[in-house]
């Protein structure tokens, strides 16, 4: 075990843990009167999901950084993360070659030179818009990393969108939000949080960013 990516790792979670604890104890501070209580609680869900986001982004750029330390050639990085490599590095591996053929035999050319160097995987994430179960699993599998299991993590993922996407379009009045609610999603995205952590730390332990 990298105890200097796992002290990163628990750094990060500590940090975010005071902000989903201050985002859940806000809202019961002295002073504040109905409505302000509820503002508090609706613009929740959209600060929740930046965590979130933040956190998915922050956990394996830090992964990638650990996995760049090790200069792995191309016959020693495991398939996945080699193809995200070279398409991070050549984008018509997944836009379409254009072009004439002069181009395309310059194009590799340098794919060739690329595969001879120490791959040096890009900070670039395969993400979208949003970070829902089934992004974060094709992230994990780009890294060659344990999948989520479907339940109970996409209801739990979805609400979280569900709610953010419906406030940040002006929709935040038409919903009744319960503190009983924000807080189970806080609750539901650290368990996220600490698995995502965990399923890392034991691929890098188990070497499976390598083509054993």
Not at 81 to 106: A, P, V
Request: a positive charge; glycine letters at 4%; aromatic letters at 12%.
């Amino acid at each position: 075990m990298n105890n200097k990516l796992e002290s990163l790792f628990l750094e990060e979670r500590e940090r975010i843990g005071k902000e989903l604890t201050i985002i859940k104890t806000l809202p019961l501070k002295k002073g504040l009167n109905q409505k302000e209580k509820s503002i508090l609680l609706k613009f929740s869900f959209p600060n929740i999901y930046s965590i979130w986001e933040g956190y998915v982004k922050f956990i394996f750029r830090a992964y990638i950084n650990e996995l760049n330390t090790l200069s792995l050639k191309s016959s020693q990085i495991h398939n996945n993360l080699l193809t995200h490599s070279i398409e991070c590095k050549f984008t018509q591996f997944r836009t379409g070659f254009n072009g004439n053929f002069e181009d395309r035999c310059s194009l590799f050319v340098k794919l060739f030179e690329f595969l001879k160097k120490p791959i040096s995987i890009d900070q670039k994430l395969p993400t979208e818009s949003n970070i829902n179960l089934k992004v974060l699993n094709n992230m994990l599998f780009t890294f060659n990393l344990e999948k989520f299991p479907e339940f109970p993590f996409k209801g739990h993922l979805d609400y979280l969108l569900e709610m953010r996407n419906r406030i940040a379009h002006g929709e935040g009045n038409e919903i009744p939000i319960v503190r009983e609610k924000v807080n189970e999603c806080i609750n539901n995205i650290s368990v996220l949080m600490e698995e995502l952590m965990q399923k890392i730390l034991k691929g890098y332990k188990e070497q499976t960013y390598k083509n054993l």
